[in-house]
């Protein structure tokens, strides 16, 4: 998802990155509950038939259940600002608890569309300084890629050739 605050057509502005989230924690963990009732159900139900073992599978079965819920949640929270002055590009990252900012300046950082080595690999897009690129947008999808390079260059950021 982007969003932006600001003027983007003149090059101020505040744009924010983070992925979707179809689900919010709670969601999640409501979303768990109700796939794992019935199968604790059908699992103490075979237990109670005299077929234990099931058991420690089922609880197996929906720890990992669990787990990549939990997982996915948590990478749903990831989010990139990119800032804009007149004078600097300022890009900072936040991962739960750890957050990383990179400035660069604005007259020299370009902007650069890297294509995948195959047709259906997507495609990325990096500021670039100094002969380093810094990709930005990882966490969005193909078409809202495509809307932060065409925000961007329409902030006054500069395509590399």
Do not use: K
Not at 2 to 9: A, L, Q, S, V, W
Not at 34 to 39: R, V
Not at 72 to 101: F, K, N, P, W
């Amino acid at each position: 998802m982007i969003r932006c605050t600001g003027d983007c057509r003149t090059g101020l502005c505040r744009i924010l990155l983070q992925p979707n989230r179809p689900l919010s924690w709670r969601g999640s963990q409501l979303a768990w509950l109700l796939i794992s009732l019935p199968a604790l159900v059908l699992a103490l139900g075979l237990a109670a038939l005299g077929f234990w073992p099931i058991l420690p599978f089922a609880g197996l079965e929906l720890g990992l259940l669990y787990l990549a819920f939990y997982l996915s949640s948590r990478r749903q929270y990831r989010q990139e600002r990119l800032r804009l002055t007149d004078r600097e590009v300022i890009i900072t990252r936040r991962a739960g608890a750890s957050h990383s900012r990179i400035r660069l300046p604005r007259a020299w950082t370009r902007l650069q569309r890297l294509e995948g080595p195959a047709r259906w690999h997507p495609v990325r897009i990096a500021l670039r300084y100094r002969g380093q690129s810094t990709e930005i947008g990882a966490e969005l999808n193909e078409h809202e890629r495509g809307q932060l390079f065409e925000t961007l260059r329409a902030a006054g950021i500069a395509r590399e050739t």
